[in-house]
C-alpha cells in the first residue's frame, strides 16, 4: 500500500484533506493524525475489522485496548452507559484536553475495540487537526498511538512514516506535537478514581478538581509476576530505542553526573557507541559520548516534549547503550519517569 502523506495547517486544517481523511475512516481505512500528545493511528472505532487493522498495522498485542476519540462532549452518550460525577467534573476542567477518562461502554463498541473489557477509554482531544478529523468522519475514531507496538510514540509524521509507511492509507502530517507524552489515563468507572497513566493533566492538577486519587501501582514500579496492571497497555515493554537504557540516580545532580561518567568510560573501554540523555543544566558536564539535551529541569513539559523525539535520535545514531539521568517524580515528573522506567525496562543503578 502506498501511504498518501498531506502536510495540513494545525490552525486551519484545510477542508479538501480532511474530507479526504474522513473519506478513508469511513470506508474502514487508517489515518495517522496529529494531536497534541503524540500522533494517533486512526479508524473507525465501532467496526471490529478497522480495528483490527490498527492492530495489525502496529503489531499490538489484542488484549490491549484502544482509546476511542471524540470531538464534543454529547458524542459520550452514545459509546458509554454511565458518566460519574467524578467524570463530570474533570472533563469541565480539562476537556479538550490531553486526559482520557474510562467509562462502562456502551453494547455498540466492539470488544475488539476495548480488548475484551466492558470498559471503554474515551478523549476529546484538543488539536484543531483531530477535531475536525473525527467531526467531518462523524465518528467515534478509535486511535492508539501510530507507532510499532513497543517503540517510542511518535511526536512527529517522519516517525509514523518510519514505523508504518507502506502499512496505512494516510498520514496527516501537521509538524511537532506540544506535549510529546501521551494522555494522562484516569479510571472514573470504579468508585475511588485511579490514576493508571501518568501524563501531562497531573496527579496533583487532578486532585484540585476531585480530591485524592488512587495511583496504579504499575505506574512507578515494575508489575509484579501474575498481577495485571489495571491498564493492560502497561504490562508491555513500550517507548524502547533499539539500544540498552540505563537509568542513573543519586542523591544530588552531581552524584548523577559523576556516575554516568564513570559508566560511559567504562562502556567505551569495551567499544561500545554510548548516548547520554542529558538536560540543559547539565549536557556541559559529560566530556565523552553522545550528549543529547532532553530539555530543561526547570521546565519539566521541555522534557516531556522531547524525550521520544530524542530516544528516537539516540536510535538514528546508532548507539548502543544510553545512560540517561533521572527526575523528581511530582508534577509531570511523574510521567517521564514513567516512560523512561518503561524505556529501560526499570533497569536503574542507585548511587
Ligand atoms: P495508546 O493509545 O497507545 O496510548 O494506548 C492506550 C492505553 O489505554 C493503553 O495503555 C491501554 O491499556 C489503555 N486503555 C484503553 N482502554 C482501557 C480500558 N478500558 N481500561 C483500562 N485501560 C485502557
Ligand atoms: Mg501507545
Redesign the pocket.
Same mark, same amino acid.
Given at each position: 500500500m502506498k501511504t498518501n502523506v498531506q502536510q495540513v495547517d494545525c490552525n486551519e486544517p484545510q477542508e479538501d484533506v480532511i474530507a479526504q481523511a474522513a473519506a478513508i475512516l469511513q470506508e474502514g481505512g487508517l489515518v495517522a493524525f496529529p494531536t497534541e500528545t503524540?500522533y494517533?493511528l486512526g479508524g473507525n472505532g465501532l467496526d471490529a475489522a478497522a480495528c483490527k487493522k490498527i492492530y495489525e498495522a502496529k503489531g499490538r498485542p489484542s488484549d490491549?485496548?484502544?482509546?476511542l476519540h471524540i470531538s464534543h462532549r454529547n458524542e459520550l452518550e452514545r459509546i458509554v452507559s454511565n458518566v460519574p460525577e467524578a467524570a463530570k467534573k474533570i472533563m469541565d476542567a480539562f476537556w479538550p484536553g490531553p486526559i !482520557?477518562l474510562?467509562f462502562p461502554?456502551a453494547d455498540c463498541v466492539p470488544m475488539e475495540t !476495548?480488548?475484551g473489557?466492558d !470498559?471503554? /477509554?474515551v478523549r476529546f482531544p484538543a488539536h484543531k487537526v483531530a477535531q475536525a478529523l473525527i467531526r467531518r468522519s462523524g465518528l467515534p475514531i478509535a /486511535?492508539?498511538?501510530a507507532n510499532s507496538s513497543g517503540k517510542p =510514540?511518535p511526536t512527529r509524521a517522519s516517525h509514523v512514516e518510519y514505523d508504518l509507511g507502506g502499512k496505512i492509507a494516510m498520514i496527516l502530517d501537521g509538524g511537532s506535537c506540544e506535549v510529546g507524552l501521551? =494522555?494522562t489515563?484516569l479510571?472514573v468507572s470504579v468508585k475511588q478514581p485511579i490514576l493508571?497513566?501518568p501524563g501531562a493533566i497531573t496527579k496533583e492538577m487532578i486532585e484540585k478538581v476531585i480530591g485524592p486519587i488512587a495511583v496504579d501501582a504499575a505506574v512507578l514500579e515494575k508489575p509484579q509476576e501474575g498481577v495485571a496492571p489495571? /491498564?493492560?497497555?502497561?504490562k508491555y515493554t513500550h517507548y524502547s530505542p533499539k539500544a540498552e537504557v540505563i537509568l542513573v540516580a543519586g542523591n544530588t545532580l552531581e552524584a548523577q553526573t559523576q556516575e554516568i561518567c564513570r559508566l560511559v568510560e567504562e562502556q567505551l573501554a569495551l567499544g561500545k557507541k554510548v548516548g547520554i540523555l542529558a538536560t540543559e543544566q547539565t549536557k556541559d558536564a559529560y566530556p565523552k559520548g553522545i550528549v543529547l539535551s532532553v530539555g530543561d529541569r526547570q521546565k519539566l513539559e521541555t522534557i516531556g516534549a522531547n524525550l521520544f523525539k530524542v530516544l528516537r535520535k539516540f536510535d538514528f545514531l546508532g548507539v548502543n547503550i544510553i545512560f540517561s539521568e533521572v527526575f523528581d517524580t511530582t508534577g509531570e515528573g511523574m510521567a517521564i519517569m514513567n516512560r523512561l522506567n518503561k524505556a529501560a525496562g526499570y533497569h536503574i543503578v542507585k548511587v
Open positions: 503524540v494517533g490491549n485496548p484502544l482509546i !482520557t474510562i461502554k !476495548t480488548g473489557l !470498559t471503554v /477509554a /486511535a492508539p498511538s =510514540s501521551e =494522555s489515563i479510571d493508571l497513566r489495571k /491498564a493492560p497497555g502497561m
